[in-house]
């Protein structure tokens, strides 16, 4: 249940970033090299892929190589070391998000990309991820990555082959908020809890990790559940709270007497408890 509880996520983890905020023309893009090039990659606990790569000659980092993510993002730390964005540069309250960068140079194994488009992000599942596996990891590589190659996967070699393509990369980061908010029609959605809870929330923390509890009424399923005042709430029946709304969202999907599993850090520690809230207003 850990290992998949961390695979879902990462399926999922560069949309998060895509929502986020209207993004602007992915960058230009050198061609590929010529030739195939070969590049080793270590299979982890969890079966993903992880590469050592060099960013603008920087490194190594720690990459997971996701052939299902929509884009490449990388982490705030890594983006610095390597020069993809300055140490200055302003952070949302989303995630630390930083917005789009550009990797000038990306060397992994015997392969050399030039121009890569990244988001720039701390997400928690990577942090999650890399504390599981004992190692950090610096991002994750994914679809304006891999388009610009045919690539084989020898998992008993642990070797990838990526063999250049004429292939132009879609601006997906253009595309998708569009076809994601659908008709350009105005509309309203109020969002509310099925059933009571018995807290109250405060802000978001400044890593976006989660959405701190302000209050816990007594008497209430969110005290008979052990939550306490300031509590950082991070997941809420299986989906990311990064925000106030974020919290609203999962909350409106549970009914009363229904059991939901809430992911809580305390004193740096990760917490699960089951709460149920009940009919009321």
Same mark, same amino acid.
């Given at each position: 249940?850990? %290992?998949?509880?961390?695979?879902?996520? @990462?399926?999922?983890?560069?949309?998060?970033? @895509?929502?986020?905020? /209207?993004?602007?023309?992915?960058?230009? =893009?050198?061609?590929?090299?010529?030739?195939?090039?070969?590049?080793?990659?270590?299979?982890?606990?969890?079966?993903?892929?992880?590469?050592?790569?060099?960013?603008?000659?920087?490194?190594?980092?720690?990459?997971?190589?996701?052939?299902?993510?929509?884009?490449?993002?990388?982490?705030?730390?890594?983006?610095?070391?390597?020069?993809?964005?300055?140490?200055?540069?302003?952070?949302?309250?989303?995630?630390?998000? #930083?917005?789009?960068?550009? +990797?000038?140079?990306?060397? !992994?194994?015997?392969?050399?990309?030039?121009? !890569?488009?990244? +988001?720039?992000?701390?997400?928690?599942?990577?942090?999650?991820?890399?504390?599981?596996?004992? #190692?950090?990891?610096?991002?994750?590589?994914?679809?304006?990555?891999?388009? #610009?190659?045919?690539?084989?996967?020898?998992? =008993?070699?642990?070797?990838?082959? @990526?063999?250049? !393509?004429?292939?132009?990369?879609?601006?997906? @980061?253009?595309? %998708? /908020?569009?076809? %994601?908010?659908?008709?350009?029609?105005?509309?309203?959605? !109020?969002?509310?809890?099925?059933?009571?809870?018995? %807290?109250?929330?405060?802000?978001?923390?400044?890593?976006?990790?989660?959405?701190?509890? #302000?209050?816990?009424?007594?008497?209430?399923?969110?005290?008979?559940?052990?939550?306490?005042?300031?509590?950082?709430?991070?997941?809420?029946?299986?989906?990311?709270?990064?925000?106030?709304?974020?919290?609203?969202?999962?909350?409106?999907?549970?009914?009363?007497? =229904?059991?939901?599993?809430?992911?809580?850090?305390?004193?740096?520690?990760?917490?699960?408890? =089951?709460?149920? /809230?009940?009919?009321?207003?």
């Amino acid at each position: 249940m850990i %290992l998949e509880s961390i695979r879902r996520p @990462l399926a999922l983890l560069s949309v998060a970033a @895509l929502v986020a905020g /209207p993004p602007s023309a992915l960058p230009a =893009q050198a061609p590929p090299p010529s030739k195939a090039a070969s590049v080793p990659f270590e299979l982890v606990a969890s079966n993903h892929i992880v590469v050592k790569a060099t960013i603008n000659g920087k490194g190594p980092f720690r990459l997971v190589f996701d052939l299902g993510a929509p884009v490449t993002l990388i982490g705030n730390k890594a983006a610095e070391e390597s020069g993809v964005v300055a140490k200055g540069a302003p952070k949302s309250f989303l995630m630390a998000m #930083r917005g789009e960068g550009t +990797i000038k140079d990306l060397e !992994v194994g015997e392969l050399k990309a030039k121009d !890569v488009p990244v +988001i720039v992000l701390d997400h928690p599942t990577l942090k999650v991820l890399g504390g599981f596996l004992g #190692r950090p990891l610096d991002g994750i590589i994914g679809f304006t990555f891999f388009a #610009r190659y045919r690539t084989t996967i020898d998992y =008993q070699a642990r070797i990838m082959t @990526l063999e250049p !393509v004429d292939f132009a990369v879609r601006d997906i @980061l253009k595309d %998708l /908020p569009d076809r %994601l908010a659908g008709p350009k029609v105005a509309k309203r959605r !109020v969002l509310a809890p099925g059933g009571l809870w018995g %807290l109250t929330l405060g802000d978001p923390v400044d890593d976006g990790a989660g959405v701190a509890i #302000r209050t816990v009424r007594p008497g209430s399923p969110a005290e008979a559940a052990g939550l306490k005042p300031g509590d950082v709430l991070t997941t809420l029946d299986g989906r990311w709270t990064a925000s106030v709304s974020d919290v609203y969202a999962a909350a409106s999907g549970v009914e009363p007497g =229904q059991l939901a599993e809430a992911v809580l850090l305390r004193d740096g520690k990760e917490l699960k408890v =089951q709460v149920k /809230p009940v009919e009321g207003i």
